[in-house]
């Protein structure tokens, strides 16, 4: 397997114009005649989609949900990073170009991320011109908030919905185009595999979800924006399809994995409040910037809250981190909650909490102001929780998030089987080893507007597909085999469900390869996980038929695929013995408790490939060099 | 707490359907209504029986997928509450409750409590964006656009889709769906080019989908896990008169 980054050479401003200009292009005439396949409608697969179609390619968009405008996107609440310097704050490309590598803890390609950086202005530009509306000054201006991470204002939000208002001015883009017949729509129509034809990605086979129905489409291309795997821990807070099915199904086809064992902890998300608890609920990080981050000085100390004098608290982050303070990176925060929770100072049921406290901010700004900034969001924590949070502290827990990892792709965002590409949340390009707050949404839509539009162009202008055949002897065999499995899984008839299989695999994740991971815990988890695996395709229940809706069906395919994913990233986790952003090993770390990474040995890119022996995926590196951000120790303080 | 429901269980779209009674024992308050019918599915399958169907994705209020009929009200009890935020200590121990799928004649039953909704899709197909295709947008400051326009375009912006509007018309009418993109796109100066062709083009085709007239009943607002207000459909109602009264340009028709 070849792992050939294609970074064009210059300096890195120039590289990405550069690029564009050598690029192949499809001539206009002859776009029409190009297929091009788009799983997913987030906001990678969604703008993907919309744009490709604008240009002229025939597009063929599938997502799972009964409408592509419901995708996991829409979720995203506190906002999107461009670097417009509108705030004369000292911000620039170059500046956001070099927290996103530092806050990546230098696992990120640089080239890729600078892209991203120069591609955010544009972004922001495109988004108002949908009629997105992003939040004003009284002026009429855009307005601007912080976030973790960054010392700078560049966050555009729409109140505590930005992921809503982006996706549907995405969306909207996207029905446009289905209207003028340039994008075919199929939603509850989930892609089960791959078609890999002469070594090039040639169409999916995809099941729709009401009847069942499994069958082929072809194209001269395929995008995947299938979003992360978080949900392989079963509770995050992702949406409860989110999978990781289309991208694990191409990694079995030939696509290299790169870095699964990235994984980002969310610091402020709703503690667990029981058994039944079926996904967690992110409480924005820009909560954040008003909120105090604190608990109980002594352990044990069980008082309310309101009744722990000052002196007797201990604001950790402040103390830990004087210049970011309650600002500090995602995987920062999240460590120190936990640090602080097993030394028996954590808060609330099981002492797994940490408070958040706006009662500072509410004396200097007023309840109304804080109403303003995060109003939904009290709203929706006072609902989970029934404690009103202007009176008194929430109460918040790490939660799984994102997933940094994905498939390896090329700067051309084209994964190691040509002519499949990935995107968005997908892919595993822009982030490395942790992600930067309201960055996804960023690099989601850059991908999906700005650069897969050009690169497919230069992918088809030089590959010239040859039309296939849909009787052509792969797509018969790989259709087959998808209804093999779907009928291997209805025939066991065993006696545990579904989600008590997910259940039992997410707590195996979460306790040996969560926030903290060491090398014992990691192989229990290799040697409890194809145990679990195993039992699966023995007792698992699943009622109905493969002719109808059949929603246990669904999960059962998805979850047979974490089934084999969870046990990639225990095993990547182990081989990185380090510890970088998301990835923390207890064996690696500095003496007041940071990460400690090794650059001498880790600094690559480790990129899996699927041999067909779960227990021996073949490890492919690609080397890291940093020219422009110099390789330090990342420090908050 | 213990609960009865009973829950409209349908095979398939052409099946015939009818209310099931399902005993609901030791259900905690903090449990989501939807986590609750995931541990009654639980039990369902553990006893061999088919699981009922349900949409729902995001939970967290906003994806718009969860659609539950509850006791008659869309979204149950708690006004500006999605079914999937919605939790059980708003129910009384004992308590029997009816869970339906939204009904209407533009949303075929699927199955079990799993409506289509593609028609909602097909109304913004219809005209609800701005045609500003990728790359031509000039920067996001180049037009002021006053707080107060803003405010007002996102509280009509947020709707997130799920059609309880329509399930709780006695019309049957997506007037609230229409209006609030209607709204949304005609305050912004992004939206005014568009602004009348917009209006006719949706309302048009709100008609063809099968959804009934507007006769302000109030009940959509009512029902609206987002609080949208009719005054969006004052508002779509001006709108469409005015495209009604303005000659298509040949180029317009030329488009369409
Ligand atoms: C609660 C929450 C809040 C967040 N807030 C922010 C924020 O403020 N700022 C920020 O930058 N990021 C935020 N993020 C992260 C960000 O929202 C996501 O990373 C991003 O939206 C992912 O977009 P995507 O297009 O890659 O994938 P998604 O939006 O997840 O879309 C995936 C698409 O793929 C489809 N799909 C998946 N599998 C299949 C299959 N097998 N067959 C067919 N279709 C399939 C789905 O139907 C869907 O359409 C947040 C995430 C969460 C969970
Ligand atoms: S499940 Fe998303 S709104 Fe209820």
Same mark, same amino acid.
């Given at each position: 397997?070849?792992?050939?980054?294609?970074?064009?050479?210059?300096?890195?401003?120039?590289?990405?114009?550069?690029?564009?200009?050598?690029?192949?292009?499809?001539?206009?005439?002859?776009?029409?005649?190009?297929?091009?396949?788009?799983?997913?409608?987030?906001?990678?697969?969604?703008?993907?989609?919309?744009?490709?179609?604008?240009?002229?390619?025939?597009?063929?968009?599938?997502?799972?949900?009964?409408?592509?405008?419901?995708?996991?996107?829409?979720?995203?609440?506190?906002?999107?990073?461009?670097?417009?310097?509108?705030?004369?704050?000292?911000?620039?490309?170059?500046?956001?170009?070099?927290?996103?590598?530092? /806050?990546?803890?230098?696992?990120?390609?640089?080239?890729?991320?600078?892209?991203?950086?120069?591609?955010?202005?544009?972004?922001?530009?495109?988004?108002?011109?949908?009629?997105?509306?992003?939040?004003?000054?009284?002026?009429?201006?855009?307005?601007?908030?912080?976030?973790? /991470?960054?010392?700078?204002?560049?966050?555009?939000?729409?109140?505590?919905?930005?992921?809503?208002?982006?996706?549907?001015?995405?969306?909207?883009?996207?029905?446009?185009?289905?209207?003028?017949? /340039?994008?075919?729509?199929?939603?509850?129509?989930?892609?089960?595999?791959?078609?890999?034809?002469?070594?090039?990605?040639?169409?999916?086979?995809?099941?729709?979800?009401?009847?069942?129905?499994?069958?082929?489409?072809?194209?001269?291309?395929?995008?995947?924006?299938?979003?992360?795997?978080?949900?392989?821990?079963?509770?995050?807070?992702?949406?409860?399809?989110?999978?990781?099915?289309?991208?694990?199904?191409?990694?079995?086809?030939?696509?290299?994995?790169?870095?699964?064992?990235?994984?980002?902890?969310?610091?402020?998300?709703?503690?667990?409040?029981?058994?039944?608890?079926?996904?967690?609920?992110?409480?924005?990080?820009?909560?954040?910037?008003?909120?105090?981050?604190?608990?109980?000085?002594?352990?044990?100390?069980?008082?309310?809250?309101?009744?722990?004098?000052?002196?007797?608290?201990?604001?950790?982050?402040?103390?830990?981190?004087?210049?970011?303070?309650?600002?500090?990176?995602?995987?920062?925060?999240?460590?120190?909650?936990?640090?602080?929770?097993?030394?028996?100072?954590?808060?609330?049921?099981?002492?797994?909490?940490?408070?958040?406290?706006?009662?500072?901010?509410?004396?200097?700004?007023?309840?109304?102001?804080?109403?303003?900034?995060?109003?939904?969001?009290?709203?929706?924590?006072?609902?989970?929780?029934?404690?009103?949070?202007?009176?008194?502290?929430?109460?918040?827990?790490?939660?799984?998030?994102?997933?940094?990892?994905?498939?390896?792709?090329?700067?051309?965002?084209?994964?190691?089987?040509?002519?499949?590409?990935?995107?968005?949340?997908?892919?595993?390009?822009?982030?490395?080893?942790?992600?930067?707050?309201?960055?996804?949404?960023?690099?989601?839509?850059?991908?999906?507007?700005?650069?897969?539009?050009?690169?497919?162009?230069?992918?088809?202008?030089?590959?010239?597909?040859?039309?296939?055949?849909?009787?052509?002897?792969?797509?018969?065999?790989?259709?087959?085999?998808?209804?093999?499995?779907?009928?291997?899984?209805?025939?066991?008839?065993?006696?545990?469900?579904?989600?008590?299989?997910?259940?039992?695999?997410?707590?195996?994740?979460?306790?040996?390869?969560?926030?903290?991971?060491?090398?014992?815990?990691?192989?229990?988890?290799?040697?409890?996980?194809?145990?679990?695996?195993?039992?699966?395709?023995?007792?698992?229940?699943?009622?109905?038929?493969?002719?109808?809706?059949?929603?246990?069906?669904?999960?059962? /395919?998805?979850?047979?695929?974490?089934?084999?994913?969870?046990?990639?990233?225990?095993?990547?986790?182990?081989?990185?013995?380090?510890?970088?952003?998301?990835?923390?090993?207890?064996?690696?770390?500095?003496?007041?408790?940071?990460?400690?990474?090794?650059?001498?040995?880790?600094?690559?890119?480790?990129?899996?490939?699927?041999?067909?022996?779960?227990?021996?995926?073949?490890?492919?590196?690609?080397?890291?060099?940093?020219?422009?951000?110099?390789?330090?120790?990342?420090?908050?303080? | 707490?213990?609960?009865?429901?009973?829950?409209?269980?349908?095979?398939?779209?052409?099946?015939?359907?009818?209310?099931?009674?399902?005993?609901?024992?030791?259900?905690?308050?903090?449990?989501?209504?939807?986590?609750?019918?995931?541990?009654?599915?639980?039990?369902?399958?553990?006893?061999?029986?088919?699981?009922?169907?349900?949409?729902?994705?995001?939970?967290?209020?906003?994806?718009?997928?969860?659609?539950?009929?509850?006791?008659?009200?869309?979204?149950?009890?708690?006004?500006?509450?999605?079914?999937?935020?919605?939790?059980?200590?708003?129910?009384?121990?004992?308590?029997?409750?009816?869970?339906?799928?939204?009904?209407?004649?533009?949303?075929?039953?699927?199955?079990?409590?799993?409506?289509?909704?593609?028609?909602?899709?097909?109304?913004?197909?219809?005209?609800?964006?701005?045609?500003?295709?990728?790359?031509?947008?000039?920067?996001?400051?180049?037009?002021?656009?006053?707080?107060?326009?803003?405010?007002?375009?996102?509280?009509?912006?947020?709707?997130?889709?799920?059609?309880?509007?329509?399930?709780?018309?006695?019309?049957?009418?997506?007037?609230?769906?229409?209006?609030?993109?209607?709204?949304?796109?005609?305050?912004?100066?992004?939206?005014?080019?568009?602004?009348?062709?917009?209006?006719?083009?949706?309302?048009?085709?709100?008609?063809?989908?099968?959804?009934?007239?507007?006769?302000?009943?109030?009940?959509?607002?009512?029902?609206?896990?987002?609080?949208?207000?009719?005054?969006?459909?004052?508002?779509?109602?001006?709108?469409?008169?005015?495209?009604?009264?303005?000659?298509?340009?040949?180029?317009?028709?030329?488009?369409?």
């Amino acid at each position: 397997m070849e792992l050939r980054s294609r970074v064009p050479g210059g300096p890195i401003e120039r590289k990405w114009d550069t690029h564009r200009f050598e690029m192949k292009l499809v001539n206009p005439a002859n776009k029409r005649k190009h297929t091009v396949i788009v799983v997913g409608s987030g906001l990678a697969g969604g703008a993907a989609a919309a744009s490709m179609s604008e240009l002229g390619y025939q597009v063929k968009c599938f997502c799972f949900q009964d409408s592509p405008r419901r995708a996991h996107s829409i979720a995203a609440q506190g906002g999107i990073n461009a670097a417009k310097n509108y705030r004369n704050d000292g911000d620039s490309i170059y500046r956001l170009f070099y927290d996103t590598v530092k /806050g990546g803890d230098f696992r990120s390609r640089e080239a890729n991320v600078y892209r991203l950086a120069q591609i955010s202005v544009e972004i922001i530009d495109q988004c108002v011109a949908q009629g997105v509306p992003f939040a004003r000054e009284y002026g009429g201006l855009l307005a601007n908030r912080s976030f973790g /991470g960054a010392q700078v204002s560049r966050t555009f939000y729409a109140r505590g919905q930005t992921g809503q208002q982006l996706l549907l001015g995405c969306y909207q883009a996207l029905e446009k185009e289905v209207a003028r017949g /340039g994008v075919t729509m199929f939603p509850r129509t989930e892609m089960l595999d791959l078609i890999v034809i002469e070594g090039r990605a040639r169409g999916i086979v995809a099941r729709d979800l009401v009847t069942g129905r499994v069958s082929t489409h072809l194209a001269d291309a395929v995008v995947l924006g299938t979003g992360g795997y978080g949900n392989v821990f079963y509770l995050s807070t992702n949406a409860k399809g989110s999978n990781a099915t289309a991208i694990w199904r191409a990694h079995k086809r030939g696509a290299a994995f790169a870095n699964p064992c990235y994984t980002q902890i969310h610091p402020t998300c709703i503690p667990v409040s029981g058994e039944y608890q079926s996904k967690l609920t992110l409480m924005s990080e820009s909560l954040r910037n008003d909120g105090r981050v604190w608990v109980p000085l002594r352990g044990g100390d069980r008082r309310p809250p309101g009744e722990v004098p000052e002196a007797e608290r201990d604001y950790y982050l402040e103390r830990r981190y004087p210049s970011f303070g309650n600002l500090v990176p995602r995987d920062v925060a999240s460590r120190a909650a936990k640090s602080v929770c097993d030394e028996g100072r954590g808060v609330g049921p099981g002492g797994l909490g940490v408070y958040l406290d706006f009662a500072d901010a509410i004396r200097r700004v007023g309840a109304g102001t804080i109403r303003e900034r995060y109003g939904n969001l009290f709203e929706m924590y006072q609902r989970i929780t029934d404690e009103n949070p202007y009176e008194v502290p929430m109460r918040i827990f790490p939660a799984v998030h994102y997933t940094m990892g994905g498939l390896w792709v090329d700067y051309n965002l084209m994964s190691t089987i040509p002519g499949l590409h990935v995107i968005g949340e997908a892919n595993f390009s822009d982030h490395g080893a942790n992600r930067l707050g309201a960055s996804a949404l960023m690099q989601g839509l850059a991908d999906g507007y700005f650069i897969v539009p050009s690169t497919i162009s230069d992918y088809l202008a030089s590959a010239h597909p040859t039309p296939v055949d849909p009787s052509h002897p792969e797509c018969r065999r790989v259709e087959a085999e998808v209804a093999e499995r779907t009928r291997r899984l209805l025939a066991i008839r065993g006696k545990r469900t579904v989600d008590s299989f997910h259940r039992e695999l997410g707590s195996i994740m979460w306790d040996k390869c969560g926030m903290a991971r060491n090398a014992a815990g990691l192989n229990e988890a290799l040697r409890r996980i194809p145990e679990l695996r195993e039992e699966f395709w023995r007792n698992l229940n699943v009622p109905g038929s493969d002719a109808e809706l059949n929603q246990a069906l669904e999960k059962a /395919g998805r979850v047979a695929d974490f089934l084999e994913l969870g046990e990639l990233i225990c095993r990547d986790a182990l081989h990185r013995e380090e510890s970088c952003g998301g990835h923390f090993r207890e064996e690696y770390q500095t003496e007041d408790g940071e990460a400690r990474r090794d650059d001498a040995r880790f600094g690559y890119v480790a990129a899996w490939e699927y041999t067909g022996d779960l227990a021996a995926p073949r490890l492919g590196k690609e080397p890291l060099e940093f020219e422009y951000v110099h390789l330090a120790q990342r420090s908050y303080k | 707490m213990n609960l009865t429901l009973h829950v409209w269980r349908q095979a398939g779209p052409d099946a015939p359907g009818r209310m099931v009674r399902y005993e609901a024992a030791d259900i905690s308050p903090d449990m989501s209504f939807l986590e609750m019918l995931d541990v009654v599915n639980e039990r369902l399958m553990q006893t061999g029986d088919s699981p009922i169907a349900f949409d729902h994705d995001c939970r967290e209020g906003i994806c718009g997928s969860c659609s539950l009929m509850i006791n008659g009200v869309a979204h149950g009890p708690n006004p500006g509450t999605a079914t999937c935020q919605l939790h059980m200590r708003s129910f009384a121990d004992g308590d029997e409750i009816h869970i339906e799928p939204w009904r209407a004649r533009a949303f075929p039953v699927v199955r079990d409590l799993v409506v289509d909704r593609a028609a909602l899709d097909r109304i913004i197909a219809a005209g609800g964006f701005v045609s500003a295709a990728t790359g031509s947008a000039p920067d996001g400051n180049a037009t002021l656009i006053p707080k107060d326009t803003v405010d007002t375009a996102m509280d009509a912006a947020q709707c997130i889709g799920c059609g309880a509007c329509v399930a709780a018309c006695p019309n049957g009418s997506a007037s609230l769906f229409t209006a609030a993109k209607i709204t949304h796109l005609g305050l912004l100066p992004q939206g005014q080019p568009e602004r009348l062709q917009r209006a006719r083009r949706m309302v048009e085709r709100m008609d063809i989908e099968g959804f009934g007239g507007c006769t302000l009943y109030g009940e959509c607002q009512e029902a609206c896990p987002k609080m949208i207000s009719i005054d969006t459909i004052t508002r779509m109602n001006r709108d469409f008169l005015r495209a009604s009264m303005t000659p298509v340009r040949a180029a317009v028709a030329e488009s369409d």
